[in-house]
């Protein structure tokens, strides 16, 4: 993982490279835990559906094509 | 016609970067635009790596609604300005491209921001995303920070700001 920044100033087109701030590195890891477990949710959710869309299936009868096709 | 004007750009070099900022923004034009080509140090979603768009060193009052692709399309919310680019297990030596717009940046209102980006992967896991984003303070933007919030940007990622300016 990269511990540095780069910082370009606008005004003098001086660009710089530094290390991150101990701040900056807690933040980071913050974001992504955060991240992880938005993506963990979402995949969750996701699993549901399909399973719910599934027993739905099952109790008609249906396939998932037949389903599609009905539905156009 | 508007003036479209190169005011700095950067290139990531070999050691990487978790992020990339452009200070001392001039206010002297109408818009600024961001052209951002990126790879990220990310290995382990081959979809893409998230990233985030800040202003001023400030990390709140931000807002965005988002329609994303990947597979399929969906839209969602986040508080973040939020996009992605190509992650290190995508298609090799590919790069995500973005856009980012801000009209009015020096402005003394809120601040509207509107982000088009693309993972580029040659494979059927690849985000493409709109993020509509608003940053709800009344500061002129000075300062523009783009995060990768995994691994860091690549080696030959490049960012490019310019200043619109209407004549």
Not at chain 2, 41 to 47: L, Q, S, V
Not at chain 2, 57 to 61: H, Q, R
């Given at each position: 993982m990269a511990d540095t920044k780069i910082v370009v100033?606008?005004?003098?087109g001086e660009v710089q490279e530094l290390e991150l701030t101990a701040e900056e590195v807690a933040q980071r890891v913050a974001d992504a835990q955060a991240y992880a477990a938005a993506k963990a949710q979402e995949e969750e959710e996701a699993v549901a559906k399909a399973e719910a869309k599934q027993a739905v299936l099952d109790r008609l009868g249906l396939s998932a094509e037949e389903a599609a096709l009905l539905l156009g | 016609m508007a003036t479209y004007v190169e005011i700095a750009s950067v290139t990531v070099g070999?050691?990487?970067?978790a992020y990339v900022e452009f200070t001392s923004?001039?206010?002297?034009?109408t818009d600024l635009l961001v052209k951002f080509s990126a790879r990220s140090?990310?290995?382990?979603?081959?979809?893409g790596s998230d990233g985030k768009l800040e202003f001023n060193?400030?990390?709140?009052?931000y807002s965005s609604r988002m329609l994303l692709q990947q597979g399929g399309a969906y839209s969602g919310t986040s508080s973040t300005l939020f996009y992605f680019v190509n992650s290190n297990n995508s298609t090799s030596n590919t790069f995500g491209n973005m856009e980012v717009y801000i009209p009015?940046?020096?402005?003394?209102g809120y601040k509207s921001v509107s982000i088009d980006a693309v993972d580029e992967n040659n494979a059927s896991s690849a985000y493409g995303v709109l993020t509509a984003g608003l940053w709800s303070n009344t500061a002129a933007i000075t300062s523009l920070r783009l995060t990768d919030n995994n691994g860091g940007y690549m080696q030959y990622t490049t960012a490019y700001l310019y200043g619109i300016k209407k004549d």
């Open positions: 100033d606008c005004s003098t | 070999s050691g990487g970067s923004i001039p206010n002297t034009y140090a990310r290995t382990n979603d081959a979809g060193g400030v990390t709140t009052g009015n940046y020096a402005g003394s």
